[in-house]
């Protein structure tokens, strides 16, 4: 479906000429791994699914979460109403290796900026950090479960109604929590 790209933040530190390869803390150093990272996105055409990896980042303060994690999201469509028009061709983002410490500094972020995000446990499990409502995350598990598909696949997956679940997975849509295709709703997966 889309072909990932996995962007070490470590690269992008390093990239960015930052003096600790391994810790993102101050605004001055997220905005600088930002650009980088935006920089790795434009070579990639058409819709993107962007891995960031967390795995060798030591330390992660707010600043940090906001400039890198938050701006990424909402420049490329995650926060926009529903009203606003959204960008083309879409980006998701996923992010893997985020330890405990990152999801301290990390979720007042996304909670500040009503955000969620689609992060992959080192087991290879699947969880949603930030803002989610109850119905949001019980129709994002049931992509989640059933490898996705058009709403009346995942309605009878689950045995809802149709049109109970459509708007929810609109709005996960919206949100870049799942990816909508023509033939449906489908998790971020990246293998």
Known sequence: MLT???LDLRMALALAECDLYSNLVTRA????????????LSEMPGQ?????????????DF????EIVAQLLLRFGAGLPAHAPAPHP??????RGLAEAHLEALEPVLERHGLA????????????????EPAEHTAWQLVLLSGGGDVDAIASFAEV?????????????????VIQTPAGFHPLRHH
Do not use: K, N, W
């Not at 150093?29 to 790795?40: F, I, K, N, W």
């Open 4 to 6: 990932p790209m996995p």
């Open 29 to 40: 150093t997220g905005r600088a791994v930002r650009g980088q990272l935006e920089s790795m």
């Open 48 to 60: 993107r699914l962007a891995v960031l990896d967390f795995t060798h980042v030591g330390v992660l």
């Open 63 to 66: 600043s940090c979460a906001d």
């Open 90 to 95: 879409p980006s998701y983002f996923m992010f």
């Open 117 to 132: 995000l689609v992060a992959e446990a080192i087991d290879g499990s699947m969880r949603l950090v930030g803002m989610v």
């Open 161 to 177: 109604r149709s049109m109970d679940l459509h708007a929810q997975l609109v709005a996960l849509a919206r949100r870049r929590l």
